[in-house]
């Protein structure tokens, strides 16, 4: 299995609507926030989440965080 790719190395404020969502958690997709299939082959998988109320979350772009997909500060050790 390879390993994710760094998106960013900062997170990224997204607004969120009730819904099932499949957040990439390789770090290929094109936006590096929702899966879009660019995972195949890597053995990498996305992060199924149900999101029942509207809400903006802190996501993680390093795909580094214990807590994928929210924000949990990792990024700050990559920027060092
Ligand atoms: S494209 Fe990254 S997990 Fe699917």
Known sequence: ??????ADTK???INLEPDVYFFCACGRSADGVYCDGSHEGT????????IDEPKNISYCMCKQSKSFPYCDGEH???NK
């Open 1 to 6: 299995m390879e390993t994710p790719k760094i």
């Open 76 to 78: 700050n050790q990559l």
């Open 43 to 50: 053995g990498l998988r996305p992060k199924k989440c149900r």
């Open 11 to 13: 997170c990224k404020s």
